[in-house]
């Protein structure tokens, strides 16, 4: 059970009850009910006194139940030398009691076994000293004033740290659950983030590229071929837009598998990127080596190779100088696919279109999903100067899921 402070004042039941003892043992002690004559010699109006310190005790049962508890049993050990009151004798037992149930977790594991060990001592010195059977009634009562309570105050103390405990695991649970349900939410975002960009850039950037140099050229016929591809590129933005809130709608989640480009649509992505590098003097080309193309491999990896090759198609669109941008695929089974995007680096001051700057990192993460890959940077191919795109996809089982 976890540390509480104890209250600066007493317990509003706590002090009901310490006025109702001390009422209904005055009432006994003035009508002259006493369980037993003084045996001590001492005055009887001393019961009095250990009924006023009992009471007292009282108010400390929960702010300080082990000081009441010391302090109550001073007064019971008066009270019986003095002509036992019943109230007084009650008020004990609920000051046992209270010390287990609200206690130190040191006091409610002792405080038991002293009960056990009182009610022993005085069973047999009772024995001892009178020889007489019926001295165990004495026993018995010492047990119901001191063991009945401190065991009750035992079960009811761990009844409390068992629901307390459970309401922490529950607690801890909904915290899981929302952490869980927060990390979800932002790798769907990150999801959606990815499909938006790498479906729409490319359009985008041919959209941009196209609509430049129909405003700069003075041909007729260019510019009508550049707004050919420029009509072209809306038509598949404005279907892969569609298609993507399709993915959004959908509640059972099945929609992507059945739409989400494959590998054998790379060829089509590379014709159509190669009508909009044309007029920049890029040329595209794709390679396919080992038996990667004749084994079929897992969704997940065909759709982040895909998305892998047409960011980097359309960043060599943007950034790459006049030459060959050449696509290169490799795989060998069972082994993980390579994939490798290299164009010449180009000088410009900056890119033919606008971009989000974010198509590097998500390649990165497409690569990282699967537990591959990634990275892109300048390199030297002999006397050239070239951007090349690398990743690693592994192909496993737990992919294929």
Known sequence: MPFRSPPLRPHQDDVLISASGLLGGGVLWGLGLHNSPASSGLPNWLSLVALVIMSGAELLRRTAPQTGLAIATGALALDVLTG???TTVLMYSD????????GSPRAARRIPHGCHLITALITVA????YRDPAALLLGFATAMITIVPAWTGTIIRNHREVAQAARLEAERTALLAE????EAITSERARMARELHDMVAGHLSAIAIHSTAALSLGDPKAAN???GVIRENSVQGLAEMRRLIGLLRDATGETEPAVAPTLDGLQALITRAGRTGEDNGLRFELNE?????AHALPAPVELAAYRIVQEALTNALKHAGPGEVRVRLSRTAPGPLYIEVSSALGDRDGPRAPGSGAGLVGMRERAALL?????AGPQTAGQDKIWRVRAVLPVDEETRG
Do not use: Q, S
């Not at 009772?126 to 000293?129: A, E, F, G, N, S």
């Not at 537990?371 to 990275?375: H, I, N």
């Open 179 to 182: 952490l869980d349900r927060r």
């Open 289 to 293: 080596e080992g038996d990667g193309a």
């Open 95 to 102: 000051l046992v009691y209270a010390a287990v149930l609200y």
């Open 84 to 86: 036992t009151l019943v």
């Open 371 to 375: 537990g591959g890959t990634f990275e």
């Open 126 to 129: 009772t024995l001892v000293i």
């Open 225 to 227: 071929d550049a707004l």
